[in-house]
């Protein structure tokens, strides 16, 4: 996935970073009149699909995001034991909340797309970002 090798491989700020490719990832599916109609289908024939074609849909994005969750554990950078479960939270809370959203209240213009990815990032940040370890004998504040 191109969004995960610009945004996710070289860095100074991992917020910024995740933003970034959050911002990109939505503006290349809203972007797409393909993924629009694709989404309307499945939208109104998931009763229909079996688990397997939803699952096998997103696999891609998910591991290739799983890959850079576990580096980046690996490295330091975010505390995450479970990088599958760490994905999902960070989808969760981004790029998947901006994708309901104009189900459920109409379309979003672009900087409340910016607010609920810059939220979610930081939410997701708050969960599994790198763990400062306290040294006993300071005070805590």
Do not use: W
């Not at 024939?45 to 969750?69: C, Q, V």
């Amino acid at each position: 996935m191109q969004g995960i090798s610009d945004y996710l491989r070289e860095f100074q700020d991992l917020e910024q970073a995740l933003i970034l490719f959050c911002e990109q990832f939505v503006a290349s599916a809203n972007g797409s009149s393909d993924y629009s109609a694709l989404i309307r289908l499945i939208t109104m024939e998931a009763a229909n699909l079996p688990a397997s074609f939803l699952e096998k849909l997103d696999n891609a994005t998910e591991e290739g995001i799983t890959r850079r969750f576990t580096e980046f554990g690996q490295t330091g950078l975010l505390d995450v034991p479970d990088p599958v479960m760490a994905t999902k939270h960070f989808a969760a809370l981004t790029f998947l909340l901006v994708f309901d959203q104009p189900r459920k209240n109409g379309t979003l213009d672009e900087e409340q797309t910016k607010r609920i990815i810059t939220e979610g990032v930081r939410v997701f940040l708050c969960a599994y970002g790198k763990r400062t370890v306290q040294n006993e004998n300071q005070p805590s504040n």
